[in-house]
């Protein structure tokens, strides 16, 4: 989990700046495609950390709640981020 969550910490200080750069884009009138496109960007950059951290929840912690009993806990969670995801 130490080197995901390095990486994951890498990942938000870049899409905190890509947010930055996003504003001064709005503020200097860029043009829309542009601003669309680092948009895109921005939320894919988002779903990859969200993906990071699925793997790194599902392949441990779910997967120590099962070992240790808590196998409703476990499946709520699963359906839980499941619904979350789909929005």
Request: proline share 0%; hydrophobic share 35%; aromatic share 2%.
């Amino acid at each position: 989990m130490v080197t995901n969550k390095q990486k994951i910490i890498r990942r938000l200080k870049i899409l905190e700046g890509q947010v930055r750069g996003l504003q001064k884009m709005i503020e200097k009138d860029t043009y829309c495609i542009d601003v669309i496109t680092q948009t895109s960007a921005i939320k894919q950059g988002l779903s990859n950390v969200e993906n990071t951290l699925m793997e790194s929840h599902l392949g441990h912690c779910l997967v120590n709640q099962i070992k240790s009993g808590q196998t409703d806990k476990a499946t709520k969670e699963i359906l839980k981020v499941y619904q979350l995801k789909r929005k």
